[in-house]
């Protein structure tokens, strides 16, 4: 079994879903799944302001060599900004990424009022130190792979669940925020966190 089968499906883009919202102050929102976004050609803009790097869009399979050369071309970066973070397209890139993050030390911030959804989470979880700003929106769902196999339909040793918990756990997020994930919303919904849920699961360190 590929543990990583469903990479193009478990992080969906729900960008369209913001322009429906009044704001992201009411974390507790669910939403349902909008026309997507052509996620084909996902395009991520990176916009650098001294030693602070701002960054918008779907995360896609190039996520871990264009934040390298981001990098390499800026080697002063301290900090990720996210500002809006619809989801990825390659969850196993996403994980490369937030690893690569964490190895080479950096923050990372939600922008206030911005969004991170779904595997824009796991991005912002491989900051060193990770800071959430004012009416920021965290918003997560459960998966579904290519054969349309969701997580209940798995065994609960299945390679696919330990590659998500080993994850958090190296990103120092507690195993239980994989199986809340899980719960909180079906693959085509999204659940936004509370503030209380985002300080139980360790989501930001500030």
């Not at 919904?189 to 509370?194: D, G, I, N, W």
């Given at each position: 079994m590929n543990h990583l089968r469903f990479t193009a499906i478990k992080c969906i883009s729900l960008c369209v879903l913001f322009l429906s919202l009044v704001g992201c102050s009411n974390l507790n929102t669910q939403a349902s799944k909008p026309n997507l976004a052509n996620l084909d050609n996902p395009q991520l803009e990176i916009y650098?302001?001294?030693d602070v790097a701002f960054i918008s869009g779907v995360l896609g399979p190039d996520l871990p060599e264009q934040l390298t050369n981001m990098v390499r071309q800026s080697p002063n970066?301290?900090?990720l900004v996210l500002v809006d973070i619809p989801g990825s397209i390659d969850q196993e890139a996403t994980m490369q990424a937030a690893r690569l993050i964490?190895?080479?030390?950096?923050?990372?911030m939600i922008a206030r009022t911005g969004y991170v959804l779904s595997g824009g989470v796991d991005l912002f979880l491989g900051g060193v130190k990770r800071n959430i700003g004012a009416g920021a929106g965290v918003g997560v769902h459960s998966w579904y792979d290519q054969l349309g196999i969701e997580p209940e339909e798995l065994n609960l040793a299945d390679p696919i669940h330990g590659t998500y918990v080993n994850f958090y756990l190296e990103m120092g997020v507690p195993e239980r925020f994989y199986w809340f994930s899980l719960d909180a919303a079906p693959a085509e919904?999204?659940?936004?966190?509370?503030p209380e849920e985002i300080y139980d699961f360790q989501i930001a360190t500030d």
């Open positions: 650098i302001e001294k970066i301290q900090t964490r190895r080479l030390g950096l923050n990372t919904r999204v659940y936004f966190m509370s």
